[in-house]
T-cell receptor, first 114, second 109 residues
Framework: DTGVSQDPRHKITKRGQNVTFRCDPISEHNRLYWYRQTLGQGPEFLTYFQNEAQLEKSRLLSDRFSAERPKGSFSTLEIQRTEQGDSAMYLC????????????FGEGSRLTVL | KNEVEQSPQNLTAQEGEFITINCSYSVGISALHWLQQHPGGGIVSLFMLSSGKKKHGRLIATINIQEKHSSLHITASHPRDSAVYICAVTGGGADGLTFGKGTHLIIQP
C-alpha cells in the first residue's frame, strides 16, 4: 500500500459542469476526510466518514457538493453545477480508528473552473 | 468553533539558524498536529501531540495545554526545510481538523 491516492490530480472544467474526485485511503484506515484549500490559505474541513457513515459535514459543503463512501473503502466527492469559486485544491486524508490518529494525506486534486 | 492562529505568517532565515513557529488555539483540544506542505500540495504529518514534547531528527514540537499554545522548532535549518508549516487541531466540538493558515518558511543557503 503506497498511501492515500487521489484522482484526478488536476481537473479543468467549465462553469456549470459536474466534476467528481476519487480518494483511495490506506486500506486499514476507517476514517476518511475531505478538505478544501484555496491559494494562500490553510485547508478547510469539508466532511468525514467513519467506515461508510458520513459523520460530519461542514457548512461549507453546499447542496451542490455530495460525498460518498459506499463500501467503507474509497470515497468520491462530487460537485454539481461548478462555480468559479469552487476552484481549489481538494485534499483527502485518512486515519486509523480514533479521531486523534495520525492523518495521512493524498497529493490532492486541483480543480480549476473556467 | 476553534480558532487557530499561527505566527509568523512568513519567515526567511539563513541556513543553520534555529527556527521557531508558534501556534495558539482558542478552545480545548484532543490533539494538535504539525504538518508540512511543499509546493504542489502534498501534506506530510510531522507530529501529533496532546501533551509535552516530541522530537524527530532536527524537529521538535512542544505543547502547553494550559496556555493553549504549541511551538515547532527546527534546529540547524537547511534549504530543504523550506515549506509551509501548518498547525491543526482536533477537538473543540468537531472531529475534523481545524487548520491554521500556515507559516511560509524559506531557508536561504
Amino acid at each position: 500500500d503506497t498511501g492515500v491516492s487521489q484522482d484526478p490530480r488536476h481537473k479543468i472544467t467549465k462553469r456549470g459542469q459536474n466534476v467528481t474526485f476519487r480518494c483511495d485511503p490506506i486500506s486499514e484506515h476507517n476514517r476518511l476526510y475531505w478538505y478544501r484549500q484555496t491559494l494562500g490559505q490553510g485547508p478547510e474541513f469539508l466532511t468525514y466518514f467513519q467506515n461508510e457513515a458520513q459523520l460530519e459535514k461542514s457548512r461549507l459543503l453546499s447542496d451542490r457538493f455530495s460525498a460518498e463512501r459506499p463500501k467503507g473503502s474509497f470515497s468520491t466527492l462530487e460537485i454539481q453545477r461548478t462555480e468559479q469559486g469552487d476552484s481549489a485544491m481538494y485534499l483527502c486524508a485518512s486515519s486509523f480508528r480514533q479521531s486523534t490518529g495520525e492523518l495521512f494525506f493524498g497529493e490532492g486534486s486541483r480543480l480549476t473552473v473556467l | 468553533k476553534n480558532e487557530v492562529e499561527q505566527s509568523p505568517q512568513n519567515l526567511t532565515a539563513q541556513e543553520g539558524e534555529f527556527i521557531t513557529i508558534n501556534c495558539s488555539y482558542s478552545v480545548g483540544i484532543s490533539a494538535l498536529h504539525w504538518l508540512q506542505q511543499h509546493p504542489g500540495g502534498g501534506i506530510v504529518s510531522l507530529f501529533m501531540l496532546s501533551s509535552g514534547k516530541k522530537k524527530h531528527g532536527r524537529l521538535i514540537a512542544t505543547i502547553n495545554i494550559q496556555e493553549k499554545h504549541s511551538s515547532l522548532h527546527i534546529t540547524a535549518s537547511h534549504p530543504r526545510d523550506s515549506a509551509v508549516y501548518i498547525c491543526a487541531v482536533t477537538g473543540g466540538g468537531a472531529d475534523g481538523l481545524t487548520f491554521g493558515k500556515g507559516t511560509h518558511l524559506i531557508i536561504q543557503p
